[in-house]
């Protein structure tokens, strides 16, 4: 709209130069001058922009030609700056922090109970035997032998002949002609498809678990067990037992040990391990296979059946009766009388003296040597391996990209205004009027009749 508006207001301003007797440019093509940028960014030159730049009476011009301006885009050289990148190689310092192991040397104390050997003199009670002499009164029995009259079965042998009849399997041999199968082997090449596991190895990640022991002290309650032992005595019953005379046994008296156990609590120091865990990563291989498809040609055995005649012999039997002449003999009972000698016996009662050890009770004293624990405390030095953190300085390069402005020569083009000459009949619109191609005057201005 503010262009059409300039157009508009052009024609006055064109009379407006024209009076002043010089060549007139619109007064939209001021600023060219100053910014040849804003110009280059304007549209290209139209017909409505040439502008007439002569007069009617100019003197020494010629009546043909007339010189006219016109906007053209006109190649420039200017000078633009603009950013370029370089690389830099620098140096950076930094501080690395690494772990230094070291031996570091502990001590703990610890309790041990060490046996101690004590005496003491014991009572104790002893059976001693006293011989005692006594007559007892026994039943034996006494062997002898009597005669009897005994009988007796005896089966006396008798022979016998007999006939019999039995039948006999005779052997013949016939021949006969059969029909059989025979598989005849042959090979056939086949095409076999097999899976191969191909081996690779892959790196994985993985944690590990890094334990560690941190003494722990502490105090616990502990109960010794202690004691001493107690000789008693106790009877045996002879238990319906009998001597070699055949008396019974009597009751025993024996002396059995006893242990009598003491209990004792005491508070003592213990040292416990606690353990503490870290994880750790590390970088292994693990070896994988995958599957692969390969084809080979393996030879199969095969057979086909063929049809084949044999001639074999069977043997057969056929049945004949016979006679035959044998002896069979039996047992016939028979009654005999024999004498025989038996053995008995008859009881006699006899006498007999025997010694019979009578136990008496009798009390004696001895030394008996007994182990008591006693708790010693003991000192222990073992190692601890222990890391220190160190710090370290470290130097690296690295690789920067620097911006640096640089001024270069650019080809622009630039839209300028230009004086061009042109035939006398034509104006810059390419219209002509019957005034020999000038146009007519309007107060000085030479017109066309389309009022350009």
């Known amino acids: 709209m503010k262009k059409r508006l300039t157009f508009r207001f052009l024609p006055w301003v064109a009379a407006a130069g024209v009076c002043v007797g010089g060549t007139f440019v619109r007064g939209e093509d001021a600023p060219a001058a100053a910014d040849d940028s804003v110009l280059a960014a304007e549209p290209a030159p139209e017909p409505a922009d ?22 053209k885009m006109v190649p420039e050289i200017r000078e633009v700056e603009c950013t370029e990148w370089t690389t830099e190689v620098r140096e950076r310092t930094f ?53 009897v009259e005994k009988s007796y079965t005896v089966m006396v042998p008798v022979k016998e002949e007999k006939t019999a009849t039995y039948q006999v399997r005779v052997p013949y041999t016939e021949e006969r002609t059969a029909t059989y199968m025979v598989k005849v082997p042959y090979t056939e090449e086949v095409e076999q498809t097999y899976t191969v596991r191909v081996p690779y190895t892959e790196e994985m990640t993985g944690y590990r678990t890094v334990k560690r022991r941190v003494p722990v002290k502490s105090t616990k309650t502990v109960t010794c067990r202690g004691g001493h032992w107690v000789t008693e005595a106790k009877e045996i019953s002879a238990n319906g037992k009998y001597d070699a005379e055949g008396n019974p046994c009597c009751p025993k008296v024996v002396c059995c040990r006893k242990w009598v156990p003491t209990c004792e609590t005491k508070e003592i120091e213990v040292t416990s391990w606690k353990t503490e865990c870290e994880q750790v990563p590390y970088t292994y291989c693990v070896k994988k296979t995958r599957c692969e498809e390969r084809t080979r040609t393996v030879c199969v055995r095969k057979t086909r059946c063929e049809e084949r005649t044999r001639t074999y012999c069977v043997k057969k039997f056929r049945c004949e009766e016979r006679t035959r002449n044998f002896c069979v003999t039996k047992m016939v009972p028979e009654t005999r009388t024999k004498t025989v000698c038996v053995n008995k016996c008859r009881c006699e009662t006899r006498t007999r003296e025997i010694t019979v050890n009578k136990c008496v009770p009798e009390t004696r004293t001895r030394e008996v040597c007994y182990t008591v624990k006693v708790p010693v405390e003991k000192t222990k030095t073992y190692q601890v391996c222990c890391s220190d953190i160190v710090e370290e300085e470290k130097t690296e390069q690295y690789t920067v990209r620097v911006p640096k402005t640089v001024t270069k020569k650019v080809c622009v083009k630039v839209r300028k205004c230009v004086e061009e000459e042109v035939p006398a009949d034509a104006c810059g619109n390419g219209c002509s009027n019957g005034n020999g191609g000038r146009g007519h005057r309007k107060g000085g201005l030479l017109h066309c009749r389309k009022g350009c």
């Open 50 to 71: 040439i502008v007439e730049g002569e007069m009617a009476g100019e003197a020494g011009a010629d009546p043909c030609m007339r010189t006219v301006k016109v906007w």
């Open 95 to 147: 501080t690395v922090k690494k772990k230094v192991p070291r031996v570091e040397e502990k001590t703990r104390s610890y309790t041990v109970m060490v046996p101690e050997q004590r005496t003491k003199t014991v009572e104790y009670t002893v059976n001693v035997n006293v011989p005692e002499t006594k007559t007892v009164e026994y039943t034996v029995k006494v062997p002898y032998t009597e005669e």
